[in-house]
Every structure is written in structure tokens, then in C-alpha cells.
């Protein structure tokens, strides 16, 4: 066996970008450039005129980019999606919300949801790679699920629980948002941050809600219940309203969320976007179907992600020794899911990573695969 120093994919054979991970993920040459073009915006005020006039086109690309429905607002705050479970178990949450719990994201808005103010959540869990199904609970105000659970592979179809406005259906799409269509209609939160299908860097989020999920945050707003000043939602509703938000943003996350923004509506929008993370991850199934040492991990092809590709490898391959491989040839992030623990690699197909790359990505891999072999 050679040593993984040893092993050098042929130039001809590697993608020209090789970044796959699932975030933060691949940023373009041209929203950096893009960056540089908007130079004179960093390092000034975010609450001055340049600054906002960003917020609005950032706030006004998701509007296009979603075909936002009626009454709809595009609101934002820091903290990343992560804040966001905190926020909505604060604001969102009325007495007790029920989860679809397949994966790590998952479970810990279940984590942040268990609050102490609110009745212990209903918990729908499966085990990692499959997914349940969420019915109507009585007693329930908030319906959660992942559209996509980044730490499986395994994605989920969006559509409402329950009814509006006693219940409200909230959808973790962080990894999801940009790169898979759908009917926001269908929830009254979807709710994501940047650094996935929209190409920049992580701190913000960003929650597409409903006129029911925002007079019920006003409800919880003004009643007796404390909530925490950083994760006041109508505060965040107040600002972003204002293209503001409640402290200060990255103005560089801002610039690139809006390079790719105005890239993925030029380019035809959500219906493009979800055509071609397809077109990537189904090369990619179909590699790992068609291959001796390669299983999708996602059994059902149903449940399969577009927009996440998890493949297990052959016991008689260490998939860790692949992705380092890999990794000295310029191939970065095709680890699994740390706490996943499986013989696995994890692939992402946002929309920023070229088809063509995906399948210069399976080339590179056949490569070590068979240096591995010998
Ligand atoms: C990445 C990810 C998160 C965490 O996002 P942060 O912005 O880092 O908090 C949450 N949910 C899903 C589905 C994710 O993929």
C-alpha cells in the first residue's frame, strides 16, 4: 500500500475548486470580487444609509429568490441559526412545540425547545440516515422540522402541520434554503443563515414569517413572559422592518449574501438553483450505486438530499484515510458528520459548487480508490 503522501491525483482529474464542505462552504471568485467592488461599504456605519440601502437588497433578493407569498417578511438578526432555537423557544414557542428529530440539527432545537417555561416538546426520532413522519398533536402551537438535516444527508418535504394560527409550521432550512424549491406558503417560518447554499460566511440569520408567526412573536412580546433582550424576535421584526438589525452585522457576509443573491436570481431563481444541486447529487448517487466500494448511506432514495451527499464506503476502505487523501490534493471537507461516527463520506452540492466539479470530484475519488487498492 502506498503512503497517502504518495497517492497524487493527476491534475486532469481534480476539480477546479475543491471545496465540498457543508460550511462554512465554497464562496465564489465573483462575489469576492464583488466584495472588493464594495469595498468603500466596510468599516462604516451600519446604521447610515449605504449600509441599509445592503440590508434592503439583501432583504428584497430573498423576496424575488422565494416568490415570498402575501404578508410575508424577510427578517434577520446575529447569532446564526443556532440563536434562532433559542429565540423561537422564547418568542415563537406558545405552550409546546413537536419536532421530526432525524440528526444532530435536529435534536438540538429539541434541546432549546425542552425550556423550562414551556411543557416538555413531542419528539418524533428516528434513527440517523431514515426520517418519521409528523402528525397533528393536540395541545401543539409550534410543528419543527429540518428541511434538510446537514448531518445525515437526509431531506425532508415542506409542507404544513396543523393549522395556522393556533399552529405554526417552522423549518430549519439552513442547509436547505437556496438550493431546494419550494412553497414557502407551506410554513410560516423557513428559517436559514448564509454560509451554505448562499455562499457567504456564518453569524446571521435570516427567518421567512408568515403574518401568523408574526403576530404570535407580537403576542409573546407583549406578555408577562421574560425574554432575554439579545433574543427578543420582535426586536428583530422591529429592525429588520428598518433594514437594521438589533446590534451589529458582518458587513462582509451582507456583501456576499448579495453577490449571490442577485447571481441565483439572474441566473433563473429557485426552480435553476434546485436544478442544478440535482443535477450534482444525483451524478453522485448514481456513482456510489454503480460502484463496488460505495453504498449511499440514505437508503430510501426518497429521503435522499439533494443538497447534502452522504456515501458510505466499503469496510475494507478507511473512508478517513480517502478524505485525507483527498484533502493533501486540494479536496477539502468530504468528512462525515463527526458524531455520525460511520466509514462515510459527506459531499456537498450547493448551488455554488459546479456540476462539473462533482463529477471531476467522483474521478479524483475512483483515483484513490484504486491507489488505495494496490
Ligand atoms: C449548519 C446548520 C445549522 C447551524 O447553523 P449556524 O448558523 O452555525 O448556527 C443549523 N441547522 C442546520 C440544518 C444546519 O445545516
Redesign the pocket.
Given at each position: 500500500m502506498e503512503g497517502m503522501a504518495d497517492i497524487t491525483i493527476p491534475a486532469e482529474l481534480l476539480p477546479a475548486d475543491g471545496r465540498f464542505g457543508?460550511?462554512p462552504s465554497k464562496v465564489r471568485n465573483e462575489q469576492l470580487a464583488d466584495l472588493l467592488a464594495a469595498a468603500s461599504i466596510l468599516g462604516t456605519s451600519h446604521r447610515q444609509a449605504p449600509v441599509k440601502t445592503l440590508v434592503g437588497s439583501v432583504r428584497a433578493g430573498f423576496s424575488e429568490l422565494f416568490r415570498l407569498p402575501e404578508g410575508y417578511e424577510v427578517v434577520l438578526g446575529n447569532?446564526?441559526?443556532?440563536?434562532?432555537?433559542d429565540i423561537a423557544a422564547a418568542g415563537l414557542i406558545n405552550r409546546r412545540s413537536a419536532h421530526l428529530d432525524f440528526?444532530e440539527?435536529?435534536s438540538?432545537?429539541v434541546t432549546s425547545a425542552s425550556a423550562p417555561w414551556l411543557d416538555a416538546p413531542h419528539v418524533v426520532q428516528t434513527p440517523g440516515g431514515t426520517r418519521g413522519v409528523l402528525e397533528p398533536v393536540d395541545g401543539v402551537d409550534v410543528y419543527a422540522y429540518?428541511?434538510?438535516?446537514?448531518?445525515t444527508g437526509v431531506m425532508a418535504p415542506v409542507r404544513r402541520i396543523g393549522i395556522a394560527p393556533d399552529a405554526l409550521t417552522v423549518v430549519?432550512?439552513?442547509?436547505?434554503a437556496g438550493g431546494i424549491d419550494l412553497d414557502v406558503a407551506e410554513t410560516d417560518v423557513y428559517y436559514?443563515?448564509p454560509?451554505?447554499n448562499f455562499a457567504g460566511d456564518?453569524?446571521?440569520?435570516f427567518a421567512l414569517m408568515s403574518p401568523a408567526a408574526i403576530e404570535r412573536a407580537y403576542a409573546i412580546g407583549e406578555s408577562d413572559r421574560y425574554i432575554p433582550p439579545f433574543l427578543s424576535l420582535t426586536a428583530a421584526i422591529d429592525n429588520s422592518r428598518l433594514n437594521q438589525t438589533l446590534n451589529t452585522p458582518a458587513l462582509a457576509t451582507l456583501v456576499l449574501l448579495d453577490s449571490q443573491l442577485r447571481w441565483m436570481n439572474e441566473s433563473g431563481g429557485l426552480a435553476w438553483a434546485h436544478a442544478r444541486t440535482a443535477e450534482s447529487s444525483s451524478h453522485l448517487y448514481d456513482w456510489a450505486s454503480a460502484h463496488a466500494l460505495a453504498t449511499p448511506f440514505v437508503a430510501d432514495p426518497d429521503h435522499r438530499s439533494q443538497v447534502?451527499v452522504t456515501i458510505d464506503l466499503d469496510d475494507s476502505v478507511d473512508a478517513a484515510r480517502v478524505a485525507a487523501v483527498l484533502r493533501a490534493n486540494g479536496i477539502v471537507d468530504t468528512e462525515p458528520y463527526r458524531k455520525l461516527g460511520r466509514n462515510q463520506l459527506r459531499i456537498a452540492t450547493f448551488v455554488a459548487i459546479d456540476p462539473d466539479d462533482v463529477r471531476q470530484l467522483t474521478r479524483s475519488i475512483d483515483h484513490v480508490l484504486e491507489a488505495l487498492a494496490d
Amino acid at each position: 500500500m502506498e503512503g497517502m503522501a504518495d497517492i497524487t491525483i493527476p491534475a486532469e482529474l481534480l476539480p477546479a475548486d475543491g471545496r465540498f464542505g457543508c460550511g462554512p462552504s465554497k464562496v465564489r471568485n465573483e462575489q469576492l470580487a464583488d466584495l472588493l467592488a464594495a469595498a468603500s461599504i466596510l468599516g462604516t456605519s451600519h446604521r447610515q444609509a449605504p449600509v441599509k440601502t445592503l440590508v434592503g437588497s439583501v432583504r428584497a433578493g430573498f423576496s424575488e429568490l422565494f416568490r415570498l407569498p402575501e404578508g410575508y417578511e424577510v427578517v434577520l438578526g446575529n447569532g446564526g441559526s443556532t440563536a434562532f432555537w433559542d429565540i423561537a423557544a422564547a418568542g415563537l414557542i406558545n405552550r409546546r412545540s413537536a419536532h421530526l428529530d432525524f440528526g444532530e440539527f435536529g435534536s438540538k432545537f429539541v434541546t432549546s425547545a425542552s425550556a423550562p417555561w414551556l411543557d416538555a416538546p413531542h419528539v418524533v426520532q428516528t434513527p440517523g440516515g431514515t426520517r418519521g413522519v409528523l402528525e397533528p398533536v393536540d395541545g401543539v402551537d409550534v410543528y419543527a422540522y429540518p428541511h434538510n438535516e446537514t448531518s445525515t444527508g437526509v431531506m425532508a418535504p415542506v409542507r404544513r402541520i396543523g393549522i395556522a394560527p393556533d399552529a405554526l409550521t417552522v423549518v430549519d432550512a439552513t442547509s436547505a434554503a437556496g438550493g431546494i424549491d419550494l412553497d414557502v406558503a407551506e410554513t410560516d417560518v423557513y428559517y436559514f443563515a448564509p454560509q451554505k447554499n448562499f455562499a457567504g460566511d456564518g453569524g446571521l440569520w435570516f427567518a421567512l414569517m408568515s403574518p401568523a408567526a408574526i403576530e404570535r412573536a407580537y403576542a409573546i412580546g407583549e406578555s408577562d413572559r421574560y425574554i432575554p433582550p439579545f433574543l427578543s424576535l420582535t426586536a428583530a421584526i422591529d429592525n429588520s422592518r428598518l433594514n437594521q438589525t438589533l446590534n451589529t452585522p458582518a458587513l462582509a457576509t451582507l456583501v456576499l449574501l448579495d453577490s449571490q443573491l442577485r447571481w441565483m436570481n439572474e441566473s433563473g431563481g429557485l426552480a435553476w438553483a434546485h436544478a442544478r444541486t440535482a443535477e450534482s447529487s444525483s451524478h453522485l448517487y448514481d456513482w456510489a450505486s454503480a460502484h463496488a466500494l460505495a453504498t449511499p448511506f440514505v437508503a430510501d432514495p426518497d429521503h435522499r438530499s439533494q443538497v447534502v451527499v452522504t456515501i458510505d464506503l466499503d469496510d475494507s476502505v478507511d473512508a478517513a484515510r480517502v478524505a485525507a487523501v483527498l484533502r493533501a490534493n486540494g479536496i477539502v471537507d468530504t468528512e462525515p458528520y463527526r458524531k455520525l461516527g460511520r466509514n462515510q463520506l459527506r459531499i456537498a452540492t450547493f448551488v455554488a459548487i459546479d456540476p462539473d466539479d462533482v463529477r471531476q470530484l467522483t474521478r479524483s475519488i475512483d483515483h484513490v480508490l484504486e491507489a488505495l487498492a494496490d
